[in-house]
Antibody, heavy 128, light 106 residues
Framework: QLQLQESGPGLVKPSETLSLTCTVSGGSISSSSYYWGWIRQPPGKGLEWIGS???????YYNPSLKSRVTISVDTSKNQFSLKLSSVTAADTAVYYC????????????????????WGQGTLVTVSS | DIQMTQSPSSLSASVGDRVTITCRAS??????LNWYQQKPGKAPKLLIY???SLQSGVPSRFSGSGSGTDFTLTISSLQPEDFATYYC????????FGGGTKVEIK
């Protein structure tokens, strides 16, 4: 059974960089069918897609966050990571990693599958 | 950027009630519409994908319909475990979510 687990600091200071890692178990991050992503949810609010990555390193970011987001993949560790720079209190949220399954798609922007597996989420608070 | 609007934002219903939630896209998204259920402190769970396909393991009382810009999620007979917040998400371009509909006990 595929499992995703987020990890990283729960407290980040304003103007610093938020860094999180998602570890995938029960399956290979290098499968050509899968796309991986980050989604966040501020306390009491809705869900916001941050960005996605393919095992090859191809990325696709939410335009509203693109200037501050970097998503990378480490296939040797079966992990992918999120970096969000210049954070403010508005970036306080539960951050989820998740998977999309697109078995016949090899271009990240064309993967239109739903997010079918999710991590449990990790709360990151931005505060001094 | 495609905007997703859900209505209502909240509703109160009783066990056994038929519940319908609506999601509208700001432009046509064909059938690239997914529905998720989220309970407090938990990750969202996929219920319906491609507007009307039931995810494996999801009870058949959940159903979805629509195409283009207008979509609905229907719970045919509300059960105690269905009280939660429901989100639609378009996967036609990027991956925007609707604002959510909280289903509460009447």
């Amino acid at each position: 059974q595929l499992q995703l687990q987020e990890s990283g600091p729960g407290l980040v200071k304003p103007s610093e960089t938020l860094s999180l890692t998602c570890t995938v178990s029960g399956g290979s991050i290098s499968s050509s069918s899968y796309y991986w992503g980050w989604i966040r949810q501020p306390p009491g609010k809705g869900l916001e897609w941050i960005g996605s990555i393919y095992y090859s390193g191809s990325t696709y970011y939410n335009p509203s966050l693109k200037s501050r987001v970097t998503i990378s993949v480490d296939t040797s560790k079966n992990q992918f990571s999120l970096k969000l720079s210049s954070v403010t209190a508005a970036d306080t949220a539960v951050y989820y990693c998740a998977r999309r399954n697109c078995p016949t798609i090899r271009t990240i922007r064309l993967c239109r599958a739903p997010w079918d597996y999710w991590g449990q989420g990790t709360l990151v608070t931005v505060s001094s | 950027d495609i905007q997703m609007t859900q209505s209502p934002s909240s509703l109160s219903a009783s066990v056994g009630d038929r519940v319908t939630i609506t999601c509208r896209a700001s432009q046509s998204i064909s059938s690239y519409l997914n529905w998720y259920q989220q309970k407090p402190g938990k990750a969202p769970k996929l219920l319906i994908y491609a507007a009307s396909s039931l995810q494996s393991g999801v009870p058949s009382r959940f159903s979805g319909s629509g195409s283009g810009t207008d979509f609905t999620l229907t719970i045919s007979s509300l059960q105690p475990e269905d009280f939660a917040t429901y989100y639609c998400q378009q996967s036609y371009s990027t991956a925007n979510f609707g604002g959510g509909t909280k289903v509460e006990i009447k």
